[in-house]
């Protein structure tokens, strides 16, 4: 049977890690310390290494694993991974080694150039390893795309079934919902997921993972046709806003500077 563990890491990293049996993979390990210390204590086997992006506190870890476990490392073929053995973009499937799960890939670029989500099922649950494209009630900042590029990735996100669970890079969701809020104050849904959210965090539980479903309903970049969120990106902005890509591009910059 398959288990997806969160492994923190820096202030609010998750390196996940898929465990079946005494073998297990990791996805976005920054860090080889919590990892080792974790395989250590279940005497478990490294398998591989699965990346969605070339940022140190997604791939840091590599080269500490690999001295470790020599395993294949699956990644961005448009990114610079280290110890990369299989280079990956939109339409690759792979089969990951020792755990037996095979993802579909998909090109969501906007957070890096090459950014990259990892889609398949764990057991019987659809699933997305999504990096920092989409998190809980947000997206990542647009270090290396564009907008445009970044709605794309969104959107395609958005359109995997809505039982799929989320599994992204970090634990930011408080912070999130409290922007959420500022653009769609009447939510009830949004409200109502403050709360559980808020109550998971103080029992010193992840918020993650989410689901694609709960993200159309609470997460305002993917929200932006919805005429109130639009409404209060236009107001922020102080002119109408043409398209949804627009209005992204405005609800981006607004939660870059929201205190």
């Known amino acids: 049977m398959l288990s997806i563990i969160p492994i923190p890491a820096f202030r609010d990293n998750y390196i996940w ?25 279940e005497r478990l086997q490294l398998s591989a290494i699965i990346a969605t992006h070339h940022h140190n506190d997604h791939v840091g870890g590599n080269v500490g694993l690999l001295a470790r476990w020599p395993v294949p490392v699956f990644g961005p073929a448009r990114e610079t991974i280290p110890g990369r053995t299989n280079a990956l973009g939109e339409g690759d499937r792979v089969r990951v080694p020792g755990i037996d799960v095979t993802f579909d890939v998909l090109d969501i670029p906007g957070h890096t150039a090459g950014h990259i989500a990892f889609v398949g099922s764990l057991g019987s649950v659809p699933a997305v390893f999504c990096g920092d494209t989409l998190f809980a009630v947000g997206c990542g900042r647009l270090f290396e795309g564009t907008p445009t590029e970044m709605w794309s990735s969104l959107s395609k ?33 949004l409200i109502a997921r403050q709360s559980r959210e808020e109550q998971k965090r103080a029992r010193g539980e992840p918020t993650l993972p989410s689901t694609i ?16 969120v639009k409404a209060a990106a236009e107001a922020h902005a102080h002119h109408l806003l043409e398209n949804a890509v627009a209005t992204f591009a405005e609800l981006r910059a607004w939660k870059n500077v929201f205190q």
Do not use: Q, W
Request: proline share 8%; hydrophobic share 45%; charged share 25%.
């Open 157 to 189: 996100l958005a359109a995997l079934p809505s039982e799929t669970r989320v599994f992204c890079g970090h634990e930011y969701t408080l912070a999130n919902i409290r922007f959420a809020l500022a653009a769609e104050p009447d939510n009830r849904t």
């Open 17 to 41: 890690l898929i465990r079946k049996g005494m073998r297990a993979a990791v996805v976005d390990p920054g860090d080889a310390a919590p990892v080792i210390a974790y395989l250590e204590r």
């Open 213 to 228: 479903g709960d993200e159309r309903a609470t997460n305002p970049f993917l929200r932006v046709e919805v005429p109130a």
